[in-house]
């Protein structure tokens, strides 16, 4: 997964999104979080879940993915869902 010249500084959420993040147990404050710290945004291999996946850590150190849509705004962003890393996600992760 390679970094995308992609800006996301704010994150879109409604009650679809957050039904789905609820369900894999990822609050929106966390992936908040991810968008703040260091993180990659590459192609999402599952099309019909975003065009686009987010990796990275939220401030606990908990490797969180989301796979996202753009929004009017070049800089918002909207998840579809958000889930802790499998095994492979976490590889993707930026070191240091």
Known sequence: MSSLPIMILDLLFDDENLEKMYKHGVKPTQALEVIDNLHRIGRNRKERRGLYLVVGR???????????????????????????????????????
Do not use: F
């Open 58 to 96: 939220d401030n606990g150190g908990a490797c969180i993915s989301m796979p996202v849509e753009m929004t009017h705004d070049a800089t918002l962003w909207r998840p579809i869902t958000a889930w802790y890393c499998k095994q492979h996600e976490w590889n993707l992760l930026p070191r240091g």
